[in-house]
């Protein structure tokens, strides 16, 4: 999930983050969204991407709350150390699993 649209010339700014996932690769004519909260939702792709989509967002809203925070409240800074932890853990686990 990219983050790389975001101003990020304030880190340490509390603000409202939306975390929104977009998935381009459905060909099945099915529109999927999923809405997780009020600041997460998915859109598209095709029905193993949206799966993904939905695995990670979920882990990101489980480290958020295991953490103590709140997305409406969450600086970026925190933001962006929560989703590299689990982009970390998803990558280190995949690699563990196709040995």
């Known amino acids: 999930m990219q983050t790389s649209n975001l101003d990020c010339s304030n880190k340490s700014k ?3 983050i939306r975390l929104v996932g ?3 690769d459905s060909d099945d004519g099915v529109s ?3 809405r997780l909260d009020k600041e997460t939702e998915l859109h598209g792709g095709s029905v193993q991407t949206h799966s ?3 695995e990670r967002a979920q882990e990101i809203l489980t480290e958020i709350s295991r953490r103590g925070y ?3 409240s969450l600086t970026y800074e925190e933001y962006e150390e929560v989703a590299a932890l689990v982009a970390e853990m ?3 686990c995949s690699e563990a699993g196709s040995h």
């Open 32 to 34: 999927r969204i999923t």
């Open 52 to 54: 993904a989509m939905l």
């Open 22 to 24: 977009f998935g381009t």
């Open 90 to 92: 998803s990558t280190c």
């Open 14 to 16: 509390r603000g409202s």
């Open 70 to 72: 709140q997305m409406d």
